[in-house]
């Protein structure tokens, strides 16, 4: 008896679409390469809190941005970052130490200065955007996948135990 196989993996709604920034046309783009970016204490003077473009983060990344094209804007978000080219819109990976100064800026406190590196976005995430990862007919994945989570060895599902008629219940 041949073995029933699942159709591909259904795409999600937006598939195929480019993402536009809001209120324009630039197409949001992943970044290649890393952006590295030296925060100085004039930045941290300057830097307004709770402002993704006006952040000492983003005052730092709109000064050393070198990366070709004119850049309009540098926006610092929580998980991602933003450069505002004239063409396009490039998206970076805010690094986990900057997620944490961030935080503190905006409730207050002082940002530590230093060097923070931006990251690229990891080819797998780009590969696998705008694709739906389990279907909604089966929302713990395909039972036929070889990445399925196996049991370990000793606690396999024997189903149901096995009823023992023993003396002290009779």
């Known amino acids: 008896m041949k073995k029933k196989t699942y159709k591909a993996k259904r795409t999600a709604k937006h598939a195929g679409k480019v993402k536009t920034w809001p209120g324009t046309d630039l197409p949001i783009v992943d970044a290649i390469e890393d952006f590295p970016v030296i925060v100085r204490s004039l930045h941290e003077k300057h830097g307004v809190q709770l402002e993704p473009s006006e952040c000492a983060a983003a005052l730092a990344g709109k000064e050393q941005w070198k990366n070709g094209e004119r850049l309009v804007d540098f926006k610092v978000y929580r998980s991602v970052a933003f450069a505002v080219l004239e063409t396009k819109v490039v998206r ?32 797998q995430v780009r590969n696998s955007r705008g694709k739906q990862h389990s279907p909604p007919d089966r929302p713990r994945g395909d039972p036929n996948s070889p990445h399925k989570r196996k049991p370990r060895r000793g606690q396999q599902d024997r189903g149901r135990p096995e009823f023992r008629f023993t003396k002290e219940a009779a």
């Open 92 to 123: 970076y990976l805010t690094p986990r130490d900057l997620r944490d100064q961030i935080l503190r800026f905006d409730a207050g406190h002082k940002f530590s200065t230093g060097a923070y590196i931006f990251r690229r976005i990891p080819e």
